[in-house]
């Protein structure tokens, strides 16, 4: 059974506030991964990371910060938040490069 | 760069087959996956097949993969209405292992 979880669930906040979401696993897997997905659409890989201290772009472009300073634990921040950040995040981990993902429930977030 | 697409939406009867299609660019693709995503939840893992493999089956499901045509295929036995989600198609290349989703098919199945 995976064992994955996202903090908040769903986050209501307004323009220009720092927001973290949190994403943590205790399945010891390496590989963890931030996607985005707007209603009714594709998933995007916004980050990902191979191991402690280390953190990678993904293939969409996000104002959004990552860290990985220990291994079951991989925070995305937004320093200030806009509308236009408004979207559901899913985050995700493997035990190894081309291993499924496990993913958390995601966090939906909505910026007024 | 590598691409994955689906069609967007499938209407069945409840105890019908289902038949979910997806189509994929990247030839080195080593895993191909079906995720499940149902109103207002994450992504639960469905099923993977290998890229050596033609055919996976379990329980209900069943995957298909023509490597040839870069088709893979996610059939449903008897589907029941809480089969209704969106299903992803996904598929892993040799770039750091990242995952390429298509834009997911929602699968309604009426009564």
């Known amino acids: 059974e995976a064992d994955i979880y996202q903090t908040p669930r769903y986050l209501v906040i307004g323009t220009g506030k720092k927001i973290t979401l949190e994403c943590s696993q205790t399945?010891?897997?390496?590989?963890m991964y931030w996607y985005q997905q707007d209603p009714g659409m594709e998933l995007h890989l916004i980050h990902y990371s191979y191991g402690v201290n280390s953190t990678e772009k993904g293939d969409l472009s996000s104002e959004s910060t990552v860290s990985r300073i220990r291994t079951e634990h991989f925070p995305l921040t937004l320093e200030s938040a806009r509308p236009s950040h408004t979207s559901q995040y899913l985050c995700?981990?493997?035990?190894?490069?081309?291993?499924?993902?496990?993913f958390g429930s995601g966090t939906q977030l909505s910026v007024l | 760069g590598e691409d994955v697409e689906q069609s967007l939406f499938l209407s069945v009867r409840e105890g019908d087959s289902s038949v979910i299609n997806c189509t994929y660019t990247d030839s080195s693709s080593t895993y191909l996956y079906w995720y499940k995503q149902e109103p207002g939840a994450g992504l639960q893992l469905l099923t993977y097949?290998?890229?050596?493999?033609d055919m996976k089956q379990d329980q209900r499901l069943t995957v298909l993969l023509n490597k040839k045509d870069k088709h893979l295929s996610l059939r449903i036995a008897d589907t029941q209405t809480g089969d209704s989600a969106i299903y992803f198609c996904?598929?892993?290349?040799?770039?750091?292992?990242?995952?390429?989703f298509g834009q997911g098919t929602e699968l309604s199945v009426k009564p």
């Open positions: 399945m010891g897997h390496d590989k």
């Open positions: 996904a598929e892993s290349n040799n770039q750091g292992g990242k995952l390429i």
């Open positions: 097949i290998f890229s050596n493999m």
């Open positions: 995700a981990s493997s035990r190894r490069t081309n291993e499924k993902l496990f």
